[in-house]
């Protein structure tokens, strides 16, 4: 059965305000961004596009992107920002769990720090290989567990205590590389970054899988 707007939507106002004015202008100086989507091409679907701050980034290469977003009020500026985008932006309303998109039908998905924040990392990632056709690639940017005892403690106490609530439901400790492949998707790229001037420490991945 086809999920209604408001049984797609998740209502989350403190944090679309926040990230809105605060971490919006932040995820737009970010270079890593420009490298996760330069040189996609065809039909592709960004999961959790928030307010739409890679949109500008898409090459012309990309022929049609579907921007799923569950939050009203980020879908809200995101359709703004598709106004003005160089590729052809439609914005759907959609959780990770349950995409609004048709099995093999599109070349690539995008999934741009959400993977941290999904409810269950499984079932989205096996959306996200549902929709994709065979060879399709998943482009993920992701927070990802600290390596290092002190900064996987800092991480834990965050999720435990105010991260998540203050973050949209954020989690910095998930094996998300793992689960990508336990997923049924081949790594190709993947590089570990870091932010070393934040607390809790914010190790993140960058890369690039494929749907065998």
């Known amino acids: 059965m086809t999920k209604t707007r408001s049984e797609t939507d998740i209502r989350n106002p403190f944090f679309a ?3 809105a004015h605060l ?3 932040l995820a737009a100086r970010d270079g890593n961004r420009r490298r996760l989507l330069g040189d996609l091409h065809g039909r592709v679907v960004e999961v959790g596009c928030g307010a ?5 980034l898409y090459p012309p290469t990309v022929a049609e992107v579907i921007a799923v977003e569950p939050e009203p009020y980020l879908r809200e500026r995101a359709q703004r920002a598709a106004g003005s985008a160089a590729v052809a932006v439609q914005v759907i309303a959609g ?4 995409l609004p998109l048709e099995d093999e039908s599109v070349d690539a998905v995008v999934s741009s720090l959400v993977l941290c924040s999904v409810l269950d990392q499984a079932t989205a990632l096996k959306e996200m290989r549902r929709v994709l056709r065979p060879g399709g690639e998943l482009r993920f940017y992701e927070h990802v567990a600290a390596h290092n005892t002190m900064g996987y403690a800092l991480q834990r106490a965050a999720d435990a205590t ?3 609530r203050a973050f949209g439901n954020c989690h910095t400790t998930r094996e998300t590389q793992t689960a990508i492949q336990q997923a ?3 790594i190709e790229q993947s590089r570990r970054l870091r932010f070393p001037k934040v607390e809790p420490p914010h190790p993140h ?3 690039v899988a494929r749907r065998s």
């Open 95 to 98: 959780q990770a769990d349950a």
């Open 162 to 164: 105010f991260w998540p």
């Open 205 to 207: 991945i960058i890369g």
């Open 23 to 25: 971490l919006e202008p």
């Open 17 to 19: 305000r926040l990230y």
């Open 184 to 186: 049924g998707f081949a």
């Open 52 to 56: 739409g701050v890679n949109f500008g």
